[in-house]
């Protein structure tokens, strides 16, 4: 079975830093990872995936993750946050039988 | 293109009474999915479509809940009777098919709280 664990469920960065989000995964199978964003009173959309290929995969708005497949990971980064970044950011995982499996979530705030 | 449309935004309902919430996918989007989202929690499958046909509902409260999508297109979800840990974001979601890389579009949502 898959399973999602993001590590953290608020973080807080000043503009201008660095933006770290943890994900780890539990899969059965070679797993396709995504990162989602919700920004306030509205749906997910689709920041990136990883489904096969290059491990580094560069997503909208500058975020970019890698695939560690070694330590299970799925961690979203993004060199220097900005204000527009604040909202809530969830990390997935999916099976062969289409069922997406979604972490708890990751409040972001960024402090100006 | 436009998006996928829910309704009502909000809802306001007491235990034991009824209510349905509407969902338009993206046209041609063959695959629906309808999550629950309790607030500090990540969205739970409660039944995905394909066409008008249900691929999976082993998390649909099936004694309260009921779903269906007619015509392969519009989905409405019925809660009868709502329960109070009912209260939740109901996402609705559409992808253009059943693959598993297949990207999600989600809704706004539905914001239903039993009083």
């Known amino acids: 079975a898959q399973s999602v664990t993001q590590l953290g469920s608020h973080v807080s960065v000043s503009e201008g830093a660095l933006v770290l989000l943890r994900c780890n995964y539990s899969?059965?199978?070679?797993?396709?990872l995504f990162w989602y964003v919700q920004y306030p009173n509205q749906g997910l959309q689709l920041l990136l995936k990883y489904t096969t290929g290059a491990t580094l995969v560069k997503g909208i708005n500058g975020f970019e993750a890698e695939f560690k497949k070694s330590e299970t990971s799925f961690h979203l980064t993004k060199p220097s946050a900005h204000m527009s970044d604040a909202a809530e950011y969830f990390c997935a995982v999916s099976d062969p039988g289409n069922q997406f499996y979604f972490g708890t979530g990751t409040s972001l705030t960024v402090i100006p | 293109e436009a998006g996928v449309a829910q309704s009502p935004r909000y809802k306001i309902i007491e235990k034991r009474q009824s209510v349905a919430f509407w969902c338009n996918p993206i046209?041609?989007?063959?695959?629906l999915y309808w999550y629950q989202q309790i607030l500090g929690q990540g969205p739970k499958l409660l039944i995905q479509f394909q066409n008008n046909g249900v691929v999976d509902d082993s998390q649909l409260p099936k004694d309260r809940f009921s779903a269906e999508r007619l015509k392969g297109v519009d989905s409405t979800l019925k809660i009868q009777p709502a329960k109070l840990e009912d209260s939740a974001v109901y996402l609705c979601?559409?992808?253009?098919?059943?693959?598993?890389?297949?990207?999600?579009?989600f809704g706004s949502g539905t914001q239903l709280s039993v009083l």
């Open positions: 979601a559409s992808s253009l098919d059943m693959r598993a890389d297949e990207k999600l579009f």
């Open positions: 046209s041609g989007h063959a695959t």
């Open positions: 899969s059965s199978v070679p797993p396709y």
